[in-house]
């Protein structure tokens, strides 16, 4: 039997030694600072109508449901008619995100719209999305105080309210949105705590070999792409 105490004590030795390494600490430097990019698919590489639709293709593909709206007003009838369609109650847990305030919840009175934090006994939630990619149809989100992590991953239904305007080709063009807007806290620079990238409900292919949805997270991922 090896000597795992030898082994362990190697292994962190390089680690050790290849931290130490001025050329690799130089090489890192540089990577932090450039962002260099990686290969670049064709499919992405379009015009932004044209991102939108295989945005649209490649959310459906990883079965979440997308919905088009015409502008924010739009939001309350569309979400009261989803959470109907699927038998669901008409409750919902809210990001207390700014972006999220000209949705006119009062034209739906029937719906139980509250904001903050996911809880348990929550179903359903809606957010917003700092991004959405076209390359493989996958939302970034950002973590902060209007916009909870919990709500993206704890009830069984998530809603995303996305506007057009967000679609972008590929990752690295959403980290450079985001670097752009100084980690979307008014320009200080600081990123997130969390960057989420989701890509569809839930799942796993663990058990059987067969896919489940609602594995670990929302079995139901529906994206209301609006108008700006």
């Known amino acids: 039997m090896a000597d795992t105490g030898s082994a362990r004590a190697q292994i962190l030795g390089g680690i050790r030694k290849a931290l130490n390494s001025a050329e690799g600490s130089e090489e890192a430097r540089q990577r932090l600072a450039t962002h260099p990019r990686n290969l670049i698919p064709a499919r992405a ?10 945005f649209v293709a490649m959310a459906t593909e990883v079965s979440a449901t997308v919905e088009l709206l015409g502008g924010m007003a739009e939001v309350p009838g569309a979400v009261a008619d989803y959470l109907a369609g699927l038998n669901l109650p008409a409750e919902l847990r809210v990001a207390p995100d700014a972006a999220l305030d000209p ?3 009062d034209q739906r009175p029937t719906l139980t719209v509250t904001k903050g934090r996911a809880r348990d006994s929550d179903g359903a939630s809606l957010t917003g999305a700092f991004a959405g ?3 493989t149809g996958t939302l970034m989100l950002l973590s902060g105080a209007e916009r909870p ?3 993206n991953f704890l009830p069984d239904t998530h809603i995303v309210v996305l506007k057009r ?3 972008v080709g590929t990752m690295e063009d959403a980290w450079d949105r985001l670097r752009a ?3 979307n806290d008014g320009g200080k620079g600081a990123l997130p ?5 989701i890509t569809g409900p839930s799942r796993t292919g663990d058990i059987e070999m067969r896919i489940e949805l ?10 209301l792409l609006v108008e700006d």
Do not use: K, Y
């Open 149 to 151: 992590t919990t709500l």
């Open 103 to 105: 949705i006119p919840w």
């Open 45 to 54: 590489q379009r015009p932004h109508d044209e991102q939108v639709e295989l």
């Open 165 to 167: 305007a967000q679609i």
């Open 133 to 135: 990619v076209a390359e």
């Open 214 to 223: 609602g594995a670990h997270g929302p079995r139901r991922l529906h994206i």
């Open 193 to 197: 705590r969390t960057v989420n990238f």
């Open 181 to 183: 807007a100084g980690g």
